[in-house]
């Protein structure tokens, strides 16, 4: 395999759900290369299906799924064709570990921190109570929990503490990719710094991979190595950080940090006017076109091609040779 194959390559996703409405296309044909030793920043506003690829990643899916499609490559091996049983034994938890949504405030109230910390250790790979009681100690240190804590029950910890107990149990296992589903937007600011400060930390010391899902442009741009940009079910951009924070591409991106606050900014930060589409019924053309300042006909009509080059991707008719100068 050469040096240059991703750690997880995501081809043409789907995951549609049922409702009473119809079909939700969450996730609409996402491609996307996770690097190692990379951190991933796939942002997004709310409901547009940032949690729906987290889960399509890790197969966590609810039962009214009616899509779940595409090909999910982990070093160039689709994971897809794989039984439940040999995916849960092989690739979540030990591969590709997850801290999902609230996840602090999911903890068991009646489980000891270190008991709860060992469980993926203890059921999906069978280790011994003391074996696993030492890697926990050992991953406390990491993510700066004092082993005090092995004994305490999560009401004793703060939110800060939880989040980072939360974050050992996802790193327990040694995944080389750890998805973080809007990690810090419970905490207060100050502990929201330190948890960052945790991630950027144990990305150095341990050279794990991210995937963090998050609306928040501030948070996505203190650990991004690349961003993401999603869309209604679909990925707009994606660029390096400094690409996207500095000279975003898209009509969106570039709408989406226009209405970011900046400390030396005089004029009011700009909104992005109108809705996104539902997901029940997404147009034919660009799903921007409708809210976006440079479309013309042909947005409204067909789906924009993905445009410039491997590593920097954009999603937009403007950037296509035929586009009306
Ligand atoms: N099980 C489900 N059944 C039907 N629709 C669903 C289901 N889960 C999510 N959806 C819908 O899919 C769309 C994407 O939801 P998702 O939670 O993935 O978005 P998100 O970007 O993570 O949003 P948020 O940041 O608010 O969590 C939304 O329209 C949501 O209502």
Avoid at 85 to 98: G, K, L, N, T, Y
Avoid at 192 to 197: H, Y
Avoid at 254 to 281: D, F
């Amino acid at each position: 395999m050469s040096e240059q194959t991703p750690l997880l390559s995501i081809r043409d996703l789907n995951l549609h759900y049922h409702s009473s409405g119809g079909i939700v296309r969450a996730v609409d044909g996402i491609n996307l290369d996770i690097h190692r030793n990379e951190a991933l920043v796939v942002l997004g506003e709310s409901g547009c299906g940032k949690s729906s690829l987290a889960k399509a990643l890790l197969r966590l899916l609810p039962r009214n799924v009616a899509t779940y499609s595409g090909q999910v490559l982990l070093h160039g091996k689709d994971t897809m064709p794989m039984t439940e049983e040999r995916f849960r034994r092989d690739v979540r938890w030990s591969r590709i570990s997850m801290v999902m949504q609230a996840a602090m405030n999911s903890l068991n109230p009646v489980v000891r921190v270190g008991e709860q910390v060992a469980e993926p250790l203890r059921v999906l790979q069978q280790w011994s109570r003391p074996k696993a009681m030492a890697r926990v100690a050992e991953v406390f240190a990491l993510v700066g929990i004092s082993t005090d804590f092995l004994q305490r029950y999560p009401f004793e910890l703060s939110g800060g503490m939880r989040q980072r107990a939360v974050l050992a149990m996802a790193l327990v296992t040694r995944p080389e990719l750890i998805i973080l589903d809007e990690p810090t937007s419970a905490l207060d600011v100050l502990t929201q710094a330190s948890i960052m400060n945790v991630l950027k930390r144990i990305k150095q010391e341990t050279g794990t991979s991210y995937l963090m899902i998050t609306h928040d442009v501030g948070t996505s741009s203190e650990l991004a190595d690349r961003v993401a940009l999603m869309y209604a079910g679909q990925l707009v951009e994606t660029a390096s950080a400094s690409e996207f924070f500095n000279e975003p591409a898209h009509p969106y991106s570039k709408l989406l940090m226009a209405s970011v606050p900046r400390l030396r900014q005089t004029e009011r930060p700009g909104a992005i006017p109108g809705q996104p589409p539902s997901l029940l019924n997404p147009p034919d053309g660009c799903r921007f076109a409708a809210r976006c300042p440079s479309r013309f006909d042909r947005c409204l009509a067909d789906p924009p091609p993905m445009a410039l080059n491997e590593r920097r991707r954009v999603s937009c008719w403007l950037f296509d040779r035929e586009a009306p100068a």
